[in-house]
């Protein structure tokens, strides 16, 4: 009867009446049919009524799936038929996740994804995305359930690391000490404990590779000046500055994930007071202050300097002298950033609080012991807070009903892919686990499972666009308006109060995270845009605003800043951070910067950073502000550029365009 049928990508093939035949069997036997001679009169019947509507004319598959859904009804075989229609609804979801990665694959074949600032456009680094695209495919259409994958669809909640949900975790602090002290195997045999600095210094950046190859999140050492002490004694100054510079020069040359990354490193240092550790700390300090081999801005590792009271905030402290140092630092590299020990949820741990550059921070442990060493983040998902707030319409009893469901779906979420992760094994990341890198994991054996591990990291549910939430709720910010200040903390309040209770009913570390926002930032805007048009102060930009932060485009002083952002600090238990812009380098001004970070103090921040512009001509060396496309002095393009991003530093040429877009409605505070 017929001889040709269209395809959806166009093509003409030769029409099989049985595959219709087959269709419709498959759709009874789902629902306990079995009769065979009934499908192929049915299919009949599809013929019969393909014949009568087109008449010779041509049709597609499509429209043929339209006739035997048809069909099947007006026969009376709805329960075939709902059968049918699901299995259709599936075939449609794969083709759709197929044409997905195809046209994903060709966009990475010109460029890699700019979404992680610090991915390369290396061979290798697109071979790793084209593989990260058929990952998320597979995971949003065959693995995760359908509720959940459509929730991260429509843009309600964002997975980050999508492509990694069923493979490892996200982060770690690695215990630097022990493995120093005892050696350790990265696969291709034992490596003896060091003896000098410099081959501590060169097994560390090991470490941080072998690790990272192993997550896909960012590594850090919670105690490098504590960790690398012991290997300091009888050496000269020089030699230990010799060491330091050689980690730099590593961390911003070695790569990792297979040639697509360099280590994602996070250093805390500040609080040894011992000879030893003070030395660590002080030609770090010193070898990233000159910079790389013409002078450039190191992009890792993130230094992260330890603020304490009786340590090193005053004058008469033992390390105030490398407190005044790390300002000095910071003043010209935006590095070292800032932890405070003293803050009111960090205090009970004394000096044991670490941070990783991305802002994470893992302490509280209903599974053990409250340390930093060997723990990190599982996994995050993001809520779309501003898109909750839109729908609400200003009813605020509608917006906290929808927060409360989503955070329940989003923990239920985290849950799955814990249960997922809990299942690996110890093969499965053999440095990781193999290595005794994670809490508990020394005596465990290769084909045991890592679910006794994991329990003591952590799950995390973040949330961005407070202001614009705000806005949508209100018609200000918290910046602008005192009353939106206290509903922007009651929300986040409410947030923890909810994650805490999830923590309890599932019996793991549930905790709050101030997203640190990269390319979900400008995702969910223009999604938002799409569906519901462009609304002043909330969809008008390319991106929302960064967790609980102030408008990048308002005018507010620092201490203001601070005194309002710093509220939400205590909330954000699995991490935060907070910024101050200059308009340079700060160089001329130190002690403006060290008023500015005990001022952050007195407001009970938690983890903070300065910004500014740092450029260098790769040409002549200039090294300052360069506001033109060519150097001043030698008229040079190559003019490289580094600004902080989501808590860690990258080069302009590698933001999104949400983040580009961000960076040009900086304003500063000082």
Known sequence: MFTKVMKRDGREVIFDESKITEAIFKAAKAVGGADKQLAIELTLDVLKYLKKVYNGRNFSVEEVQDAVEKILIEKGHAKTAKAYII???????????????MDAVGEILVETSRENA?????PSAKMLQI?????????LNRLIPEKIAQAHLRGDIHIHDLDFYGKTLTCVHIPLGRLLQTGFNNGHGYIRPPKRPSSATALAAIILQSSQNDMHGGQSFAFFDRDMAPFMSSASEEEIYQAMEALIYNLNSMHSRAGAQVPFSSLNVGTDTTPAGRRVTKNLLLAYEKGLGHGENPIFPNIIFRIKEGVSLNPKDPNYDLFKLAIRVAAQRLNPTFSFMDSSFNR????????????TRVMSN???PEVSDGRGNLSFTTINLPRLAIRAERDLMKFYQSLSDLIDLTCEQLFHRYQIQAALKVKDMPFLMGQGLYLNSENLKPNDTIADVIKHGSLSVGFIGLAETLIALTGYHHGENEDSQVLGEEIVAFMRSKVDKAA???QLNYSLLATPAEGLSGRFVKMDRREYGLIPGVTDKEYYTNSFHIPVSYSISVYEKMKLEGIYHKYANAGHISYVEFTAPP??????????????????IG???????VDFCENCGQLGVIDTDTCPVCGSVKVRRVRRITSYLTTVDRFNDAKSRELSDRISHV
């Open 587 to 604: 160089l001329n001004n130190l002690h403006a910067v060290e008023d500015i970070l005990r001022h952050m103090k007195e407001c009970d």
């Open 348 to 359: 009970q741990y004394g000096d044991q609080v670490g941070y990783m550059g991305c802002r």
């Open 87 to 101: 299995y259709r609804n599936k075939r449609t979801r794969i083709r759709e996740a197929q044409s997905y990665l």
């Open 504 to 506: 309890e009913r599932y």
């Open 118 to 122: 610090n991915v390369s456009n290396s």
């Open 366 to 368: 209903i599974c053990g």
């Open 131 to 139: 593989a990260s695209a058929a990952s998320k495919a597979y995971y």
């Open 607 to 613: 983890y903070a950073g300065i910004n500014f512009p």
